[in-house]
């Protein structure tokens, strides 16, 4: 058995036929993380890639932004923890509690982002120009990679890539977690990129677009849909946002510049 | 402008042509549920029905039961706040934050699903059985009502059925908040359906079987897939998991003997 996958005996029905099979079904698992000993959250998610999930989470939760402020990580994939101690000894307080209680699920992060200082902390200046056969190299490249999906049909995927191939990439159950674990290996390992683009398999929704302002992200692209909010929140942020990339075709939603078409 | 979707200019590239275009993109918003006049959670969700999706929420966190607990409800769907008025006043303690804190996200619902005291209890006596036929011609209306999904590519679905139709449907951006939806209808408009099925769009983790388990219901059928963790769940708890269904094909992953085809 595999540390990504189960197999399970199931019933296979075909029109009037059942026959019973062996398959492999995605793993799911609760996860807990600790932060210098006080239990934070727990997740339910892929239980591989523990430590870059903790940072990833940390780091879009506002509770870490470098590598230099972890003393120390610990991961036991076994038993679903992760143990983090930060320099600072940072303590979690009623303040930090309540906080993730409002934003997890997610919302009231939202409104920080309408402040205008905070719009103006995060929008993304980056001059990067990329054609759009780019775009369709790097999603042939994303879905040659994302194996555990053709597998099992239940994980979401995502990566940094540069405009030409992708240089971390990470799967997950969670839309979320996937993008989080890209993140905080990019922490973990300090790997700079200049400027990079997020892919992901995912619906983009306000949070993705939040944690894509906050890593000074300037293009985003997706083989799914995107939402409204995430629209205006990527027109107001900078970011180029590129969803339903399937093959050559592909809708850009926001800063339709970054991406080079011979018409445009 | 519709109230479920935005129309947008967006570039829409074809190989080597881009054009202006209006299309269409689901809406997102966030939602805050006051209970007793106290900020609950912000949800990020499809901004209707927000009664449904409140009543389904507190359902699923055991903060309710039924219809008669509520005193008064007024959701405000421009504003995105939905008030809940219960006859016994429920406060909000730490208690209740801290539980919210802990599951959302999610996970440490679990443990208690593994007591076996809670198992027993949850545990689905239903004798229910159904033709695979049956299971395909429910598929078939959902994927016709899903129209949401058909217009955006954005959202998911969810509804419960008996054995011939699907008795109450909901669509939002979230695969949780369409379950909430759904099962928050159900109170509010006192629904009862003696052995229901569930019918949802979006891939079957633990939670969604703890939903069911919570609501009764022997039967879940997926257009996707499921997690390991959610086969183990729907095996102890007695209900019947069916993922993949698509056309007269579907696997069942547990509790086989509520399907029935010509060979079994």
Same mark, same amino acid.
């Given at each position: 058995?595999?540390?990504?996958?189960?197999?399970?005996?199931?019933?296979?029905?075909?029109?009037?036929?059942?026959?019973?099979?062996?398959?492999?079904? !995605?793993?799911?698992?609760? !996860?807990?993380?600790?932060?210098?000993?006080?239990?934070? !959250?727990?997740?339910?998610?892929?239980?591989?890639?523990?430590?870059?999930?903790?940072?990833?989470?940390?780091?879009?939760?506002?509770?870490?932004?470098? %590598?230099?402020?972890?003393?120390?990580?610990?991961?036991?994939?076994?038993?679903?923890? !992760?143990?983090?101690?930060?320099?600072?000894?940072?303590?979690?307080?009623?303040?930090?509690?309540?906080?993730?209680?409002?934003?997890?699920?997610?919302?009231?992060?939202? +409104?920080?982002?309408?402040?205008?200082?905070?719009?103006?902390?995060? %929008?993304?200046?980056?001059?990067?120009?990329?054609?759009?056969?780019?775009?369709?190299?790097?999603?042939?490249?994303?879905?040659?990679? +994302?194996?555990?999906?053709?597998?099992?049909?239940?994980?979401? +995927?995502?990566?940094?890539?540069?405009?030409?191939?992708?240089?971390?990439?990470?799967?997950?159950?969670?839309?979320?977690?996937?993008?989080? %674990?890209?993140?905080?290996?990019?922490?973990?390992?300090?790997?700079?990129?200049?400027?990079?683009?997020?892919?992901?398999?995912?619906?983009?929704?306000?949070?993705?677009?939040?944690?894509?302002?906050?890593?000074?992200?300037?293009?985003?692209?997706? %083989?799914?849909?995107?939402?409204?909010?995430?629209?205006?929140?990527?027109?107001?942020?900078?970011?180029?946002?590129?969803?339903?990339?399937?093959?050559?075709?592909?809708?850009?939603?926001?800063?339709?510049?970054?991406?080079?078409?011979?018409?445009?």
């Amino acid at each position: 058995m595999s540390d990504k996958t189960s197999r399970l005996e199931i019933l296979r029905i075909r029109g009037k036929t059942a026959e019973r099979k062996r398959d492999v079904v !995605v793993k799911e698992g609760p !996860v807990t993380i600790f932060l210098n000993d006080v239990d934070l !959250v727990t997740l339910l998610c892929s239980p591989r890639n523990l430590d870059y999930l903790a940072v990833g989470f940390m780091f879009g939760e506002g509770l870490i932004k470098t %590598k230099r402020e972890i003393k120390k990580i610990f991961a036991d994939e076994k038993d679903g923890a !992760v143990w983090v101690e930060t320099r600072e000894g940072k303590k979690l307080d009623e303040n930090i509690l309540s906080r993730r209680f409002i934003t997890t699920g997610c919302g009231k992060g939202l +409104s920080f982002v309408d402040a205008t200082g905070y719009k103006k902390g995060l %929008k993304n200046k980056s001059r990067l120009r990329i054609p759009a056969s780019s775009v369709t190299v790097l999603m042939r490249e994303f879905q040659r990679k +994302s194996e555990l999906y053709r597998l099992t049909g239940g994980v979401h +995927s995502a990566g940094l890539c540069d405009a030409k191939r992708i240089l971390v990439f990470n799967e997950d159950i969670g839309r979320h977690n996937a993008i989080d %674990k890209v993140l905080g290996e990019c922490i973990l390992k300090e790997i700079k990129i200049a400027n990079p683009i997020m892919i992901t398999s995912g619906r983009v929704s306000s949070e993705i677009l939040i944690k894509a302002a906050r890593s000074k992200i300037p293009v985003v692209i997706s %083989k799914s849909a995107p939402t409204d909010l995430a629209v205006r929140l990527a027109c107001d942020l900078g970011i180029t946002l590129v969803g339903f990339v399937r093959g050559s075709r592909m809708n850009v939603y926001s800063n339709g510049w970054r991406i080079v078409t011979e018409d445009f």
